[in-house]
């Protein structure tokens, strides 16, 4: 199997090692049947669950719960098709991206950043994780008073919420990857002459990709969570904004909407750093379900 940390302990020169999972000829078409099967089941499923939602609410049930005063799936749909017409939902989504993405993008460098050098030095370890470990804990949306008061305006505590929410999961599962790696990786290339940049490029970076993608695919939901709550503290624009504003006049209707809209952001985005790292991550062994 070749992986990046052992091409850069044989060298440039050394003659390529074949992979032990490589695909036999034809299961090509084999993994794209099923995925579209998986597809299939994905769509369906939720299907069933809106059927029974319109289902419940058409009906007026109660049972246990009341879904009597529910909005259906078709009140819910014009009202969404009514707020694809107006440029206040388009703006609400761009507001919430700028926020999300920036946030997460901070966090991001700075959990990686912070994860591989705790890991890797005692001296950073015993300096920088007891305060980190003391803040870690607090939930980021308790955070809010804290960034009303010391950022200047709304729109920056907003994203130090976000960056709060992201940097924790990031950085901890960064430092239990570099934690995880063989040390004979390192030691290989060591004894083949590598300095200790070339060991950080070529064996821990490439080693902990699949540890740093789950803890950015975790950091992401978990910012999603917290910028929308922030945005109904304290946002004037965003989903999480405009949702609060439709449940406080009472526009059952736009609520969901607007928590339609934050799912399927959420998902987009989460998925969109699930394929990310699987394209960055091709060299390991896949299991049978490892290509969906």
């Not at 004979?184 to 004894?191: F, G, I, K």
């Not at 060991?199 to 821990?204: F, K, T």
């Given at each position: ?5 052992l ?8 003659p390529a090692?074949?992979?032990?999972d ?5 299961t090509?078409?084999t993994?794209?049947?099923?995925g579209l099967?998986g597809?299939?089941?994905?769509l369906a499923?939720?299907?069933?669950v809106v059927?029974?939602?319109q289902w419940?609410?058409a009906?007026?049930?109660r ?6 005063r ?6 819910v ?12 939902y ?16 901070l966090?991001?460098?700075?959990g ?7 890991a ?19 939930p ?6 804290i ?10 505590g907003i994203?130090?919420?976000?960056f ?9 599962s960064t430092r ?5 790696l063989?040390t ?8 083949m ?5 070339h ?6 970076l ?12 975790v ?13 109904m503290?304290s ?6 904004y405009?949702?609060?504003?439709a449940y406080t006049v009472v526009d ?10 934050i799912?399927v952001?959420g998902?987009v985005a989460s998925a969109?750093i ?9 060299w390991?062994p896949r299991?049978?379900?490892?290509a969906r």
């Open positions: 199997m070749s992986t990046p940390a091409d850069a302990t044989l060298g440039p020169g050394a090692v074949e992979s032990a490589a695909a036999p000829p034809g090509g078409r993994r794209t049947a099923a099967r597809w299939a089941v994905r499923s939720l299907a069933a059927a029974v939602w419940l609410t009906t007026d049930a049972v246990g719960l009341r879904f009597d529910l909005p259906s799936p078709t009140e749909a014009a009202e969404f098709g009514r707020q694809l017409g107006t440029g206040i388009y703006l609400d989504l761009a507001q919430s991206l700028i926020r999300i993405l920036t946030g997460f993008a966090a991001a460098v700075v990686i950043a912070l994860g591989v050098l705790v890797r030095s005692r001296w950073a370890g015993d300096l920088l994780l007891p305060p980190i470990e003391v803040v870690r804990p607090i980021a949306i308790a955070l809010v008073p960034a009303i008061l010391v950022f200047p305006t709304d729109e920056q994203v130090f919420i976000t709060a929410a992201a940097f924790f999961p990031i950085m901890v239990h990857a570099v934690r995880a063989p004979l990786w390192e030691d290989a290339v060591r004894t002459g590598g300095g200790r940049v060991v950080l490029w070529n064996v821990v490439p080693g902990t990709l699949p540890g740093v993608f789950g803890g950015l695919s950091g992401m939901g978990v910012a999603w969570i917290c910028v929308i709550s922030a945005e503290i946002g004037e624009f965003g989903v999480g405009r949702t609060w504003h059952y209707p736009a609520v969901l909407v607007g928590m339609a809209s799912g952001l998902w969109s699930e394929l990310l790292g699987r394209r960055l991550t091709r390991l299991g049978e379900g490892g």
